[in-house]
C-alpha cells in the first residue's frame, strides 16, 4: 500500500545552519506531496504542498520539490531560526483523495 | 473562519469513566478526521468520515472507542469505558476535496 517514511530524528542544529529532512514515498498514480509542522503544544499545519511531479512548495523560508523519479519530497530551508525548533510530518494525499498518508516525523531542535 | 475546534483542549478522568470529545469541522468541509497522536505510535488515524458517512473505522483501536457525525458540523469520539492507555493527544481534522487537511488544536485526554 501507500506509506510515507521520514528520516528519524531528532535533528539538532545551531542556529543559522542549513536544513534538509528527508522524506520518500510509495504510491501508485500521482499523489499530492505535503510537508506539516507542529509546534509545541499546537494541532499540525500545513507548511508546504505540490501536486504534480517537479512542483516546488515553498513558504517561510522552507522549500521541497516533487521528484518522481526518486519517489521523494525532502525538506530544506537555507538558515533555520530557533522559532524553526517543531516537529515536521511528511504526508501522502493519494489520488483517490482519501485520508492523508502520515511519516512518523521528525523533531527539529535549533539553538541559538 | 475560526477553523477547525475542539473541545475541551484538557481533560483528565480516572480509569473506567466515560469520555466525549467534540469537533467542529471548518464550514463547507466534506471530510472529517480523528487522529490520535502518542510518543510511542506517532500520529494514528483512528476513523474518517465523507458528508457525515462514516468511510473507514480501522483505525479505532477497539470496541470501547466509537465516532459519529450527526451532522455537517459536529462529531464526537467517545472512550467507554476509558483506560489509561488511551491518554494521548486527540485531534480532529476536515478538509474539503482537494486534500489539503486542517487540523484542530486537540484534546489531550490523561486517563488516572
Known amino acids: 500500500g501507500d506509506s510515507v517514511t521520514q528520516m528519524e530524528g531528532p535533528v539538532t542544529l545551531s542556529e543559522e545552519a542549513f536544513l534538509t529532512i528527508n522524506c520518500t514515498y510509495t504510491?501508485?498514480?500521482?499523489?499530492?506531496l505535503f510537508w506539516y509542522v507542529q509546534y509545541p503544544g499546537e494541532g499540525l499545519q500545513l507548511l508546504l504542498k505540490a501536486t504534480k511531479a517537479d512542483d516546488k512548495g515553498s513558504n517561510k523560508g522552507f522549500e521541497a520539490t516533487y521528484r518522481k523519479e526518486t519517489t521523494s519530497f525532502h525538506l530544506e530551508k537555507g538558515s533555520v531560526q530557533v522559532s524553526d525548533s517543531a516537529v515536521y510530518f511528511c504526508?501522502?494525499?493519494?489520488?483517490?483523495?482519501?485520508?492523508?498518508?502520515f511519516g512518523k516525523g521528525t523533531t527539529l531542535s535549533v539553538s541559538s | 473562519d475560526a477553523g477547525v475546534i475542539q473541545s475541551p483542549r484538557h481533560e483528565v478522568t480516572e480509569m473506567g469513566q466515560e469520555v466525549t470529545l467534540r469537533c467542529k469541522p471548518i464550514s463547507g468541509h466534506d471530510y472529517l478526521f480523528w487522529y490520535r497522536q502518542t510518543m510511542m505510535r506517532g500520529l494514528e488515524l483512528l476513523i474518517y468520515?465523507?458528508?457525515?458517512?462514516?468511510?473507514?473505522d480501522s483505525g479505532m483501536p477497539e470496541d470501547r472507542f466509537s465516532a459519529k457525525m450527526p451532522n455537517a458540523s459536529f462529531s464526537t469520539l467517545k472512550i467507554q469505558p476509558s483506560e489509561p492507555r488511551d491518554s494521548a493527544v486527540y485531534f480532529c481534522?476536515?478538509?474539503?476535496?482537494?486534500?489539503?487537511?486542517?487540523f484542530g488544536p486537540g484534546t489531550r485526554l490523561t486517563v488516572l
Open positions: 481534522a476536515s478538509r474539503p476535496i482537494n486534500n489539503e487537511q486542517f
Open positions: 468520515f465523507n458528508n457525515n458517512v462514516p468511510i473507514d
Open positions: 504526508a501522502l494525499g493519494p489520488q483517490a483523495g482519501t485520508a492523508l498518508i
Open positions: 504510491a501508485t498514480g500521482y499523489p499530492s
